[in-house]
Structure formats: structure tokens, C-alpha cells
């Protein structure tokens, strides 16, 4: 039976890998710790690795998998920013979960959108010590409003036939548009301008990287509202920080952060958070921050657990890793994919 040092494990992660395990025949080991620098020499005696997204996999780490004989990371998630993909290559092959549940994400964007805008975090405060007043509490409606998508891959399509049943005004961005769809597609400099409401559904890249940032804050409307429920640096914080408190920005729904690494998904309720920023993000009755939450559902899990697997699995069984993702791959290069191998 294949091992597997399962890193930065959550409670609930356990009850989804467990309930599939058997069914791939594989002997789980759930380790609290976060992969990285001084953890990866847990790997040894282990035969794979599972990893998330805030692990982080540097060059150092591959070399200490690659020399206690890991040849496959799982990532159990579909971001990989925190993948050092040259090291990697031709020593540790990485799969991904493309897709969990593109719904769960779109609809937690949905959830933040109509807080903010209702005031229901607000609200719920106030009535809990019966307070009843309606002051401050003043929305607006989304019919007729113009969101701006960013990114038009399976979760921000989802999260365009959301809008739709608003009868929201939809325009997007995206550097690879979808070919005969019924998507308004703008430059990004447009979507600023004309967007009530922007939402980031897009992957992060060197040319993503603080895509919202003190210039193109400056080119949106005044009150407009911001959404990110993708990766953290896609906003640059300091300036939404900025933006927040100059009023230029109405609102702002953040299901990441970009330091998020050493503080979401752990309890810090009872210790002084160092980060001034998020600090101050949080503190603005016009922000909701969650905790990358976005794809915490029932139907993701389930996805999730059983694609790593799978993907696993595949490795083990040496067939096609149909979810890896490589160096070469990334750059255009050929590599023995093509040929319906693994890459290298």
C-alpha cells in the first residue's frame, strides 16, 4: 500500500480523504505542518506528497522530496504560484485538482457582493443586541448595474450566469477571450472605467500580479466595489487600503490575501496580528474578508479528495498524468505530453 504525507491537513480535509482512501489503496499520513523549508524532510519513508496551495514548494524542497525519493506532489487544489515548476522538472512531477467545484466559488463571490451591498454583516450584528434601526443600512439594487468579470475561465463563467439572473450588465477581460460566446469583452483600462462592480476571477500571473493597483483604482468609478475571490496578489493591498479610505473605493469583498500564507486557516483570535494592513482592511465596515473559503462545500471536497487521488493514482499506475503541470509545458516547449506520457 502506497504512503502518502499528506501536508497542512485540516479537520476537514481528513473526513474527505478518508472517505475515499480505500477506494484508490492508499495508507494516509496527516501532518499539520505546512510544507516548506523545514518540513520536507517528513517525506522520507513516505512515497508521495499532498500539498496545498499555501505550501510552500521551492527549489530546496523539491531537492530534499527528490532525494527522499518523492517523485509526485498531488497539489489538492488548482492554483500553483507556489510551485518553483524549473527545480521541479525532471525530478518531481506536480498534478493538480483543475476544477473542484467552479459553482462553490462563484457563489461565495455572490455571497460577498450582496453583504456588502445589503449590509448583512451589519445587520446581523445589530439585531443580535436588538438593535433595530435601519440607519446606515441603505443598498442599491443590482438590476441594471455593470459588473466587470476578470478572467472568463469555468469560475468566472459561473459566476457570469449568476449575474445574469440580476440582470447585471456584464463586460470582461480576458487576454485569451472565449471564441463565439456572447461575452462583451473590453480592454481591462475599459472594465475600470465603466464598472460599478469588479470581480477577479483570473489565475495569478507575472502580468496579473497587482493588476488592482494605485493606477487602476484611479481609473475606476468612485464607489466602485471590489471582489477577489481568486489569489491574493492580484491587489495590490496597500493601494486598496488606500482607496478604501480616500472613498474611491465603496467596498471591498476579499476572500484572499496576499499574505495570506502564515495566517488564514488558523485562530489568531486571541493574538495581536502584526500585518497593518489586513488590520486595517478589516477593521472598514465596508470590507468582508474571508478566509479563502470560497470553495469550502460539501461537492468541492468531494472533488477534490477524489481527483488528488486519482491523480496519484495515475502516477503509480503509470498512466498519463492528464492534470500535471510543468516547466516546459508552461513555456511552450514540447515535451513527452504530446505523445500522451507524463512529462518527462
Not at 466559488?105 to 445587520?123: P, W
Not at 466602485?224 to 486598496?240: F, K, M, P, Q, W
Not at 476579499?254 to 482592511?281: A, N, P
Amino acid at each position: 500500500m502506497k504512503k502518502i504525507a499528506f501536508f497542512d491537513a485540516k479537520p476537514y480535509d481528513k473526513i474527505y480523504f478518508d472517505k475515499y482512501k480505500n477506494d484508490y489503496g492508499f495508507d494516509i499520513k496527516y501532518i499539520e505542518y505546512k510544507l516548506g523549508t523545514d518540513t520536507a524532510y517528513m517525506s522520507k519513508k513516505y512515497d508521495a506528497v499532498c500539498a496545498f496551495v499555501n505550501d510552500d514548494i521551492n527549489s530546496e524542497v523539491i531537492d530534499t522530496l527528490y532525494q527522499n525519493d518523492i517523485n509526485i506532489i498531488a497539489l489538492r487544489c488548482a492554483g500553483y504560484n507556489n510551485v518553483d515548476f524549473k527545480s521541479a522538472y525532471g525530478k518531481v512531477h506536480i498534478a493538480r485538482v483543475p476544477a473542484y467545484s467552479p459553482y462553490a466559488v462563484a457563489e461565495h463571490t455572490m455571497a460577498l457582493l450582496l453583504s456588502l451591498n445589503r449590509k448583512i454583516h451589519k445587520a446581523y450584528n445589530r439585531t443580535r443586541e436588538y438593535n433595530f434601526s435601519l440607519t446606515s443600512l441603505i443598498g442599491f439594487d443590482l438590476y441594471g448595474k455593470t459588473i466587470g468579470i476578470v478572467g472568463t475561465g469555468k469560475i468566472g463563467r459561473a459566476f457570469i450566469n449568476i449575474c445574469k439572473g440580476f440582470n447585471l450588465n456584464i463586460i470582461a477581460y480576458d487576454p485569451y477571450p472565449l471564441e463565439n460566446s456572447d461575452i462583451e469583452y473590453v480592454s481591462f483600462d475599459e472594465l475600470c472605467r465603466r464598472s460599478d462592480i469588479i470581480s477577479l476571477h483570473c489565475p495569478l500571473t507575472k502580468d496579473t500580479k497587482y493588476i488592482i493597483n494605485e493606477n487602476s483604482i484611479s481609473n475606476m468609478k468612485d464607489n466602485v466595489y471590489i471582489l477577489n475571490t481568486s489569489r491574493g496578489s492580484l491587489i495590490d493591498s496597500e493601494a486598496l487600503l488606500n482607496g478604501l479610505r480616500s472613498k474611491k473605493v465603496g467596498a471591498a469583498g476579499l476572500d484572499v490575501y496576499e499574505e495570506e500564507t502564515d495566517l488564514f486557516y488558523e485562530d489568531f483570535s486571541y493574538q495581536v496580528i502584526s500585518d497593518d494592513i489586513l488590520s486595517g482592511l478589516i477593521s472598514m465596515p465596508n470590507v468582508i474578508v474571508t478566509s479563502h473559503q470560497a470553495f469550502l462545500t460539501h461537492e468541492a471536497l468531494s472533488n477534490i479528495a477524489r481527483i488528488t487521488l486519482e491523480n496519484i493514482k495515475a502516477y503509480f499506475d503509470e498512466t498519463p498524468l492528464k492534470n500535471e503541470i510543468c516547466y516546459k509545458c508552461s513555456k511552450g516547449e514540447k515535451c513527452n505530453k504530446e505523445k500522451n506520457k507524463n512529462c518527462f
